[in-house]
């Protein structure tokens, strides 16, 4: 079994912890955390007591951004296999130091993006990837949230802490959706702004991504400034349609995941709806999907399917992008 050291026990390093105990399949040893904790774990003195604990296999990295890039190689660099929150580093300049590094280990790299391991995802994708509706034509996605004064506080409206706002901390996930559905994009358009919380981070980004071989256009919009908390994907194909409304969190604040799937119609009117079929899913299991994932790749010394350095890579590309405009 997986012996896993934790580094970092706050929201994120907690939901790893239960999820990496229920699989089965890793077993937590040590944490640690800048702050004081309580846990029934062993609690290390640093983060280096960690990295240098010759019993532990794996390291969990639950870090402020700014941590992730350095932490992820040195991890690499002694010998553990390495699970990192995303986004994997602020540019995608140092994702290619940590790709070095990470061949040069021969050790297993993954990062958390569990939006792929959502339900409703993976129903999405099947779809897509059978052909059945026909290729995909657009993709439109907006994820927004709603934050308050205390924001101020938070190291997430500290460029030099975060690497950027509502886009590298939410926005990532819709714009790793893109890919994961659409393929890559090789061209970027976007505006940037940060017009109400007067930061050095942004707080909207309206982006719009293509790839100019397929034709392809996917649309995002990454805000702060969403006083009602949303989730929507929208991905029209040339037989019917994928719309994903609401999502599965811990929060609640984002309501209920629900997919619909409908065919394109062959007569008027277009706006009836008696043939859309819509799937409910009531829990989240996509914490748990992610961990049996980097554990699989481990045991049976196979490369990471979703979330791996490449994939980092790419979308690090594209935010390069959009940052640009900024």
């Known amino acids: 079994m997986n012996k896993i050291g934790i580094i970092g026990f706050g929201k994120m390093g907690q939901i790893r912890c239960d999820a990496i105990n229920s699989s089965g399949l890793g077993k937590v040893v040590s944490i640690y955390d800048p702050s004081p904790i309580t846990t029934p774990f062993h609690i290390a003195e640093s983060e280096n007591e960690i990295l240098n604990d010759k019993t532990i296999d794996s390291i969990f990295i639950c870090t402020p951004n700014y941590l992730n890039c350095n932490l992820t190689k040195k991890a690499l660099s002694l010998g553990k296999n390495v699970f990192c929150e995303k986004p994997p580093a602020f540019t995608s300049a140092e994702v290619q130091e940590i790709i070095t590094v990470e061949k040069r280990s021969g050790k297993k790299l993954m990062y958390g993006f569990n ?24 993709m439109r996605g907006r994820y927004g949230k709603s934050v308050d004064s205390n924001y101020y506080n938070d190291w997430r409206s500290q460029k030099k802490y975060s690497g950027g706002g509502i886009l590298i901390d939410q926005g990532i996930h819709m714009l790793d959706l893109f890919l994961y559905l659409g393929g890559n994009f090789d061209k970027v358009h976007a505006a940037v702004s940060k017009l109400f919380w007067k930061l050095d981070v942004e707080d909207n980004v309206f982006a719009t991504l293509e790839n100019s071989k397929t034709g392809l256009v996917a649309s995002l919009h990454s805000t702060m400034t969403q006083w009602r908390h949303l989730f929507s994907l929208e991905v029209f194909l040339e037989k019917g349609y994928l719309v994903i409304n609401g999502l599965k969190t811990s929060s609640g604040t984002y309501g209920d995941e629900i997919l619909t799937i409908a065919r394109n119609r062959s007569s008027a009117p277009a706006a009836s709806w008696e043939d859309e079929v819509t799937k409910e899913y009531k829990i989240d299991t996509s914490w748990n999907s992610e961990i049996i994932e980097f554990f699989s790749a481990i045991d049976e010394n196979r490369p990471v399917k979703f979330g791996n350095s490449n994939d980092a890579l790419v979308l690090m590309e594209i935010v390069d992008k959009i940052y640009e405009y900024s």
């Open 115 to 138: 939006h792929r391991h959502h339900p409703s995802i993976k129903e999405m994708k099947k779809i897509v990837d059978s052909g059945d509706f026909g290729k995909v034509i657009w």
